[in-house]
Antibody, heavy 118, light 108 residues
Framework: EVQLVESGGGLVQPGGSLRLSCAAS????????MSWVRQAPGKGLEWVAN????????SYVDSVKGRFTISRDNANNSLYLQMNSLRAEDTAVYYC???????????WGQGTLVTVSS | EIVLTQSPGTLSLSPGEGATLSCRAS???????LAWYQQKPGQAPRLLIY???SRATGIPDRFSGSGSGTDFTLTISRLEPEDFAVYYC?????????FGQGTKVEIK
C-alpha cells in the first residue's frame, strides 16, 4: 500500500524557516518524481515544487523561487521541503504528492499545517 | 502560466441528480495532462480522472471526463451522498502544474 506521511509543520514567525519531511513507503521511491502541493485555509490547491526521481531536475512555482528548496534522500525514501524567508501567505497545509500518469497526482499524504504568524 | 477557470463555483443538487462541472483553460491544454480531483473536508484530494477522460483506479463509472483544447468537463451521472464535495481540475505544461479554483457540489 502506497503511503506518504508528512511531518515538520508548525507555527513560525514571518521571516523564519521550517523544513518539511515526507516519508514514503509501499512503492519504489527512487523511480518516481515527487511534488509538494499546498492549500491555504479555505482556499484551493497550489502546486509548489517538483523533483525528478534522481534529483537532477527541480521546478518551483514563481512565488517560492529563491526561498524554498526541494530535496530528496532515495536511500531513506524521503522527500523534503526547506522553506526560508517565510511569509504570512505561505500559511497552508502542505501535501506531499506523487505525480504519475499524465502528470496527475495519484497519491497524496495527509498534509502538514504550516502557520506563519507573529 | 495557464489559468484554469472552473464553473459554476457552487452546484446545489439532490442525490440521484446528474452534475456537469466545467473547466476552461486560458490556453490550449494537452489532453493527456488534464486531471480532476475530489476533495472532502479535512481530507487530501483524491484523483478521479487523468488524461482528460481516463478514470483512476477504483473510481466508479458514474464519474466521466471529456473535452479537449481549452474546454473540459467532469460529469457525475447520478449523485451519491458521498459525492458531495469540492472538485478541482488540474493541468501540466512546461514543468508547471496549475489547478482550477474548485467547484463545490452541495446538497440541495
Amino acid at each position: 500500500e502506497v503511503q506518504l506521511v508528512e511531518s515538520g509543520g508548525g507555527l513560525v514567525q514571518p521571516g523564519g524557516s521550517l523544513r518539511l519531511s515526507c516519508a514514503a513507503s509501499g512503492f519504489t521511491f527512487s523511480n518516481y518524481w515527487m511534488s509538494w502541493v499546498r492549500q491555504a485555509p479555505g482556499k484551493g490547491l497550489e502546486w509548489v515544487a517538483n523533483m525528478k526521481h534522481d534529483g537532477s531536475e527541480k521546478s518551483y512555482v514563481d512565488s517560492v523561487k529563491g526561498r524554498f528548496t526541494i530535496s530528496r534522500d532515495n536511500a531513506n525514501n524521503s522527500l523534503y521541503l526547506q522553506m526560508n524567508s517565510l511569509r504570512a501567505e505561505d500559511t497552508a497545509v502542505y501535501y506531499c504528492a506523487r505525480p504519475r500518469v499524465g502528470a496527475s497526482f495519484d497519491f497524496w499524504g495527509q498534509g502538514t499545517l504550516v502557520t506563519v504568524s507573529s | 502560466e495557464i489559468v484554469l477557470t472552473q464553473s459554476p463555483g457552487t452546484l446545489s443538487l439532490s442525490p440521484g441528480e446528474g452534475a456537469t462541472l466545467s473547466c476552461r483553460a486560458s490556453q490550449s491544454v494537452t489532453s493527456s495532462y488534464l486531471a480532476w480531483y475530489q476533495q472532502k473536508p479535512g481530507q487530501a484530494p483524491r484523483l478521479l480522472i487523468y488524461g482528460a477522460s481516463s478514470r483512476a483506479t477504483g473510481i466508479p463509472d458514474r464519474f466521466s471526463g471529456s473535452g479537449s483544447g481549452t474546454d473540459f468537463t467532469l460529469t457525475i451521472s447520478r449523485l451519491e451522498p458521498e459525492d458531495f464535495a469540492v472538485y478541482y481540475c488540474q493541468q501540466y505544461g512546461r514543468s508547471q502544474w496549475t489547478f482550477g479554483q474548485g467547484t463545490k457540489v452541495e446538497i440541495k
